[in-house]
């Protein structure tokens, strides 16, 4: 049995660590096994940030009274390997030198490579939450206020962009895996310099703003002020993403927002982002000069890039409703 020092996992399950001589027995095998079961399986609620739901381990449980071998169909500590490497490739992350190479039958497992394999476990559960910058961003959904169509606008300019998944741990998993979802919006058909100043100035706000978007635990935005509100802060009321406020003097109520919610805290399917631009008065009541450009808004969308691992995330339908003014 493992000897070494503990190896401690935070909410998931602690693993011993060999020194040369000791037999790996089939409890130690069963620690690493379940740990990495669990990063490879659905995610058991929003806040469990482990679970990729990729269909769980590749190997079997290792049975009372058998040896660990390379391969077989329990306890195999190839497959348990080619799991971890799986894992590191996912996260970008290198595997340790020393279970790069597959072992093979006949080989001896090493105090070093199965250390490696339990070290690596570690890792890849103390740091599981991939980032949104491995993902590959599209805009799946576009709708915009044509000046010639619905004219110029001022008041209150709103959108929502939905993000709809076939199942709770498909969505939750997408998130896990560094997937993102939000909106944004801009001035188009524009020439910067061409117009007048208040369309001029929500060409820059808007500029400044970018992708608006929300990951697993945190939110994102080019300006104004973030809340840090992610996947895990939602609930079925608009909780903010980000507030910029103000604009350049003279339009200082000029004012965009962006919020979202899910619709169910519980066993959540679907996110509902909603982006307004309000064109204040700017002390110009009782009018103010409206924008006066082809005013887009449209859906960010983050998609967990496998990066070789093998993986697969399913990707949300996506619908947006229409731009409405309110004056």
Do not use: C
């Not at 379940?34 to 269909?55: E, K």
């Not at 391969?71 to 195999?76: F, I, K, Q």
């Not at 597959?102 to 490696?116: K, Q």
């Not at 064109?279 to 006066?292: C, F, I, L």
């Amino acid at each position: 049995m493992a000897s070494g020092p503990t190896i401690p996992i935070s909410g998931g399950t602690n693993m011993q660590a060999v020194i040369a001589g000791d037999i790996i027995s089939p409890a130690d095998f069963n620690n690493a096994r379940t740990n990495i079961d669990d990063m490879l399986s659905a995610p058991t609620n929003v806040n469990d940030t482990h679970g990729l739901n990729q269909g769980g381990v590749s190997v079997g449980v290792a049975t009372s009274g058998i040896t660990i071998e390379a391969l077989g169909s329990a306890g195999a500590f190839t497959e348990l390997q080619n799991d971890i490497q799986a894992l590191n490739a996912f996260y970008n992350a290198t595997t340790n030198v020393h279970i790069q190479t597959d072992i093979v039958a006949g080989d001896t497992i090493e105090d070093s490579e199965w250390n490696g394999m339990m070290y690596d476990t570690k890792a890849r559960w103390d740091n599981e939450e991939k980032q949104y910058n491995f993902s590959t961003k599209t805009y799946p959904t576009s709708r915009t206020w044509t000046l010639a169509g619905d004219g110029a606008w001022s008041g209150l300019l709103e959108s929502t962009v939905t993000f709809t998944w076939s199942s709770t741990a498909d969505m939750n998993a997408f998130f896990n895996g560094g997937g993102a979802v939000g909106m944004e919006a801009a001035l188009i058909n524009y020439t910067p310099g061409s117009g007048d100043d208040q369309t001029e100035s929500w060409y820059d706000k808007l500029d400044a703003l970018g992708d608006v978007f929300m990951a697993k635990t945190d939110s994102f935005a080019g300006a104004g002020t973030t809340t840090g509100n992610g996947q895990v802060d939602m609930t079925t009321s608009y909780q903010n993403l980000v507030a910029y406020n103000g604009g350049t003097s003279p339009y200082l109520d000029d004012w965009a927002n962006v919020a979202a919610q899910v619709n169910n805290t519980t066993t959540p399917t679907s996110v509902t982002v909603r982006m307004r631009l309000n064109d204040g008065e700017d002390g110009h009541a009782p009018s103010d000069t409206p924008v006066s450009a082809d005013t887009r808004f449209q859906g960010v969308l983050f998609t967990p890039d496998a990066n070789g691992s093998g993986f697969t995330f399913a990707t949300p339908t996506v619908s947006q409703t229409n731009i409405t003014e309110t004056t």
